[in-house]
């Protein structure tokens, strides 16, 4: 699975970008520069209508259609896959990157600046962080909220390990509709965690609950293209909805909320799974579509790696766009 302007945050068009040279590790553009891909699909997998996709795509829902659901990942085997995923992609460092510069200056007025992360795992997009926002010794109050306790166990350690004097993290393992802060909050996060949450409104009303007048909610969170569509149409959902950027929009506006959207273009290399898919290149198969992609019978596995292919660079068969938009909106 991964992005207008906050002088004040507004909302806007930015003028059409040339396509990203597969030269560069990432880009950051204007979501709305982006030729959308979800347009081509009405409603979610229960009851997506597919116009206009690669007949790989169309073929592979059929194939997977005559086939029992695929088995969901276990905890131990999403935990092993993300690893192997986010190793196959540029994605998080850039991402990384852009949250250390960009959101330290927003909250520059802020001494001590409250920070609340929502489903930050072990910390590692978190940490590049707290240090931007402590430096010069400014004191940050970060608390992480994880309902995996050995991802919050490395949570803890990896910014305690900081060494920064002027940073108190802490950790709070449990589910977010269970937080309350204590404190009004400078900065609410989701950092790739609303795809998981049952009740996508009711998650952004209480990230916006624990925000001072003035704070901000931050969200990143992959939009539904390519990458995505796959996810959303294999991943054994149990009944719940998958949301993906383009529902953060929305419930957004239903707010009347302007928002400033980045998006972070990175790549995914999936070489490993497009020549070894039942070996090396197993466990990035696995997580993208969220199951056991062993399971997939011989037709509809190919049909999938004839997907990625399709979607893969111009010239770069096996890397494929891996964008993810910056959603950041100021509590009034």
Known sequence: MVEAALGGVGSGHAPSQPWISTTDSYATVSSWTIVPFGPLLLGHSDHMTLIGLPVPLVGLR?????QPALPALTNERYAHTHAAY???SDQRPALQKWLATELPPLLADCDPVRVVGVGVGDGSVDAPLAAALAAGGRRVRYAGVEPHAPSAA???ERLNSLGLQSLVPTVVIGEFADHDAGHPADLVHFVHSLYYVEKLTAALD???SLLRSGGLLMAAIAPLEPLCVLTEL???WSGRTPWFAEDVHAEF?????SVRTETIVGRLDVRDALLDPLGRGEAVLDFLIGARSRALEPEARERLLGYLRDISLP???GLLPHPVDVIIARKP
């Open 234 to 236: 294999l991943c054994p």
């Open 154 to 156: 490395g949570f803890a």
């Open 315 to 317: 010239g770069h068969p």
């Open 86 to 88: 986010e190793a196959a």
């Open 206 to 208: 209480h990230g916006f």
């Open 62 to 66: 059929d194939s997977v259609l005559e």
């Open 253 to 257: 506006d239903r707010r009347g909320v």
